[in-house]
């Protein structure tokens, strides 16, 4: 929503193509003109958005007004938007002590008189969150194959869904890509698309990020494997370890 036009022509263009489910998850921005936000709000439902998350927690609301995400959802409840909800992240859950998952829980009584249902998602430990909130988070089992992506049930033996990076790089789950949509057409990568085809995705497959390990010690690199707290943690680290050694795998 930087770019509202360009998000609208995208809704629209998407609803030609009669496909049911239209959403949109936004931090809700957008909302920090009263008059402006009920424009686009009418602009989002008529190009076809019928799904709507808007993320309200304590983090991102750490740089957000509390008023853009509640005038974004009044607004596009106005507007005939049929599903929004709060896209809402925990720690551990919203009755949980620690502060941030404390702070969300204020938040969402707060806004309660907005009348919508709140969508509760567990802080996947990966990126900045395995520094910033590392006291919080308690290890997991590294061991076994991947059997999906967190936040969207990706699975790499018959991917549903991919992701497609503001630099073009389609990504079948975390950094994980299949080409580059700017350099070769999205059909192409889709279709031909085989875990097989890679000595990552295969070793993923196979034997999960712990085979990467193996892998990335062939090559001298040392992992400590009790600084790492998921297979996703371990798995997004040790591919950064073995890109140089293995580009194919991340054309």
Not at 14 to 37: C, F, H, Y
Request: net charge positive; glycine share 6%.
């Amino acid at each position: 929503m930087l770019y509202p036009k360009r998000a609208i022509a995208m809704f629209r263009k998407v609803s030609q193509l009669e496909i049911p489910r239209v959403e949109m998850l936004t931090n809700g921005v957008w909302g920090k003109d009263k008059a402006e936000v009920e424009k686009l709000a009418k602009k989002l439902k008529g190009a076809g958005l019928n799904t709507l998350g808007i993320s309200v927690d304590a983090f991102h609301l750490q740089y957000i007004p509390l008023d853009y995400p509640r005038n974004a959802a009044e607004a596009s409840i106005r507007a005939g938007i049929e599903n929004v909800a709060w896209n809402v992240a925990v720690i551990e859950s919203l009755d949980a002590l620690n502060e941030y998952d404390a702070k969300t829980n204020q938040i969402l009584k707060t806004l309660q008189p907005v009348g919508i249902e709140a969508h509760i998602h567990k802080v996947v430990c990966v990126g900045r969150a395995t520094q910033t909130l590392r006291e919080y988070f308690q290890q997991t089992s590294l061991e076994g194959p991947c059997e999906g992506e967190p936040p969207i049930g990706n699975v790499l033996v018959s991917p549903e869904s991919i992701c497609i990076e503001p630099s073009g790089s389609v990504d079948v789950c975390w950094h994980l890509p299949l080409g580059n949509a700017k350099v070769k057409p999205l059909s192409q990568m889709i279709s031909k698309y085989d875990w097989r085809n890679s000595i990552i995705t295969e070793i993923l497959v196979k034997e999960g990020p712990i085979g990467l390990v193996k892998l990335a010690r062939v090559h001298k690199h040392r992992f400590k494997l009790h600084n790492y707290f998921a297979k996703c943690h371990l798995c997004i680290e040790t591919r950064k370890a073995l890109k140089p050694h293995h580009p194919e795998a991340y054309s």
